[in-house]
C-alpha cells in the first residue's frame, strides 16, 4: 500500500468517525432537548397541583363538596385538564418519550379515579364541549378503569 492509499484510507476512517460522533451528538441533544420539555410539564403540574384542595388531590372529598367549590378551585381543575390536553397532544406528536406518556398516564387515570376530579370533568367537559378533544377519550377511559 503506498503513502497516498494509506492516507486516503486514513481520511475515510475519519470522515465516518466524524459522522458518527456528529450523529451521537445530535441524538444526545435530542433527548436533552426533550427531557428539558418534558420538566416544563412537570412543573406547571405541580403548581396547578399546589391550586386544589387537598380534599381533591388525596381524593377524599365528599359527593357534593366539588358542587360548592369556588371559582378558584375550578380554574385549577380547568388548568389541569387543559394540561392533560397538552399532553396528549404532544404524546400524539412524539414530542416526549413514551416512558414519560406512560408515567403522565398513569397520574392521569389516577386522579380521575377520584371523586373531585370525576365531578370537576363533569361539570367542565359539559361546560366547554368544544375543549379538550385529544383529553376526553383518555378521561372517559381513565375513570371507567
Known sequence: M??????????QIATALGVAIGASQLVIAR??????????????????DRRLPL????GTAEDDQYSHSSDRT?????????????????????????KTWSDWEEGIKANMRKPAFQA????????????FDLFRPVATSASQN
Open 2 to 11: 503506498d503513502a497516498h492509499s494509506t492516507v486516503q484510507s486514513v481520511a
Open 31 to 48: 433527548r436533552q432537548q426533550t427531557a428539558v420539555f418534558e420538566q416544563e410539564f412537570t412543573h406547571r403540574y405541580r403548581d396547578i
Open 55 to 58: 380534599w381533591a388531590v388525596i
Open 74 to 98: 375550578r380554574r385549577a381543575f380547568y388548568d389541569y385538564f387543559e394540561l392533560c390536553d397538552e399532553e396528549v397532544f404532544y404524546k400524539d406528536r412524539r414530542r416526549v418519550s413514551k
Open 120 to 131: 370537576a370533568w363533569a361539570d367542565i367537559s359539559a361546560a366547554a364541549p368544544k375543549q
